[in-house]
């Protein structure tokens, strides 16, 4: 993927505990970003969320569809977000995929959940 998130992938696998997980996003074959899951991290807020597309990718609805897979294919399970509030992007994404704002962390990130799909709602992909 290339750049600090590219060397920063490539080098975390085997890093990762039982409560880490990192999903790459294929398109086709080609690993075009990823998300990081940390449950070492979860609160009741729910599990830690990073996430990340490499910039040729973007704005073509990669991210939208990584976090919609996501959280469709783990409907029960919580996910937060901690967000700088200058990452534009980043902070339309999340709301694009229904996370809400809560408030802000200590560092003065903007806290952002998603508190999981109604059960009517899932039946998306069960591998992720
Ligand atoms: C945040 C990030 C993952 C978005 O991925 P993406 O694949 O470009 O997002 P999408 O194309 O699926 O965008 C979905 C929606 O989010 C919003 N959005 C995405 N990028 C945006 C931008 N730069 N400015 C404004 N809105 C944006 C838009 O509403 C967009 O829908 P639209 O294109 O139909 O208007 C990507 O910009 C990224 O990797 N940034 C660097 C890493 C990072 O900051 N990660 C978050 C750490 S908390």
Same mark, same amino acid.
């Given at each position: 993927?290339? $750049?600090f998130?590219? &060397? *920063?992938?490539?080098r975390?696998?085997?890093?990762?505990?039982?409560? @880490?997980?990192?999903?790459? +996003?294929?398109?086709?074959?080609?690993?075009?970003?990823?998300?990081?899951?940390?449950?070492?991290?979860?609160?009741?807020?729910?599990?830690?969320?990073?996430?990340?597309?490499?910039?040729?990718?973007?704005?073509? $609805?990669?991210?939208l &569809? *990584?976090?919609?897979?996501l959280?469709?294919?783990?409907?029960?399970? @919580?996910f937060?977000?901690? +967000?700088?509030?200058?990452?534009?992007?980043?902070?339309?994404?999340?709301r694009?995929?229904?996370?809400?704002?809560?408030?802000s962390?200590?560092?003065?990130d903007?806290?952002?959940?998603?508190?999981?799909?109604?059960?009517?709602?899932?039946?998306?992909?069960?591998?992720?």
């Open positions: 993927m290339g $750049g998130y590219g &060397a *920063a992938a490539t975390m696998p085997p890093l990762l505990g039982p409560d @880490r997980e990192l999903l790459i +996003v294929l398109l086709a074959t080609e690993p075009v970003g990823f998300l990081d899951l940390d449950t070492d991290r979860e609160t009741s807020d729910g599990i830690d969320l990073t996430y990340f597309v490499v910039p040729g990718h973007r704005r073509r $609805g990669v991210g &569809a *990584a976090l919609r897979a959280v469709a294919g783990r409907p029960d399970r @919580r937060v977000a901690a +967000v700088r509030p200058d990452n534009v992007a980043s902070l339309a994404l999340a694009a995929a229904g996370f809400t704002q809560t408030g962390d200590e560092w003065g903007l806290v952002l959940v998603h508190r999981g799909l109604p059960s009517s709602a899932s039946g998306g992909p069960s591998h992720l």
